[in-house]
């Protein structure tokens, strides 16, 4: 993606489940067919997160976040 000179940022959507698990992960905002497979390839990666907490009990939580590619 470098050397093609892509940069610009993804934008992902994600569930986190009570367990922690990533869930329905999307691109909610594509940058190339390339950048869009990374960003899902790098959060899928990802060891398990910390589900919100509401009344003390874990829940799902929605997530979205944006990676950045050629950002230096």
């Known amino acids: 993606m470098k050397s093609d000179g892509i ?9 986190i489940d ?3 698990k990533l869930i329905d992960k999307k691109v909610i905002g594509k940058l190339s067919e390339e950048a869009d497979k990374e960003a ?3 959060l ?5 997160w910390k589900p919100g907490v509401h009344d003390g ?3 799902k939580t929605t ?3 944006s990676i950045s590619f050629g950002n230096e």
């Not at 940069?7 to 569930?15: D, M, T, Y």
């Open 63 to 65: 997530m979205i976040i």
């Open 57 to 59: 009990k874990s829940m």
């Open 44 to 48: 899928s990666s990802s060891s398990a």
């Open 7 to 15: 940069r610009g940022e993804v934008i992902l959507s994600f569930a």
């Open 18 to 20: 009570k367990k922690g």
């Open 40 to 42: 899902l390839r790098v």
